[in-house]
Nanobody, 129 residues
């Protein structure tokens, strides 16, 4: 059974950095598409901020371009999100998502949470001004 677990959230001042990790198990699982979503509150939509295709192509939401970097350690089966120059508006629950079949144009920051078969419980990020 596939499981996705996020870690690395926390509190930081504006301008600071945080790194999130997403461990997907089993390690033998092959995902065509993995990504990070965030949701500022339960009343707001859960939106993709960074998505990574299995071939290494990454796409980012305009709001995080140049500040966030998505990457994956294939040996560990772990997805990362390096977040730099954090802003108060980056405050949200961050969720990891993975899917075995989303490819090409469907695996991008335009994908929706419901497009992914597997998702984690989230990790909280708070950025204070």
């Amino acid at each position: 059974q596939v499981q996705v677990v996020e870690s690395g959230g926390g509190s930081v001042q504006a301008g600071g950095s945080l790194s999130l990790a997403c461990e997907a198990s089993p390690r033998t699982a092959v995902f065509e598409c993995m990504g990070w979503f965030r949701q500022a509150s339960e009343h707001e939509p859960r939106e993709a901020v960074a998505v990574l295709r299995r071939d290494g192509i990454a796409t980012y939401a305009d709001s995080v371009k140049g500040r966030f970097t998505i990457s994956k350690d294939n040996a560990k089966g772990t997805l990362y999100l390096q977040m730099n120059s954090l802003r108060p508006e980056d405050t949200a629950m961050y969720y990891c998502a993975a899917d075995r079949v989303l490819t090409d144009l469907h695996c991008s920051v335009r994908a929706e949470w419901g497009d992914f078969d597997h998702g984690g419980q989230g990790t909280e990020v708070t950025v204070s001004s």
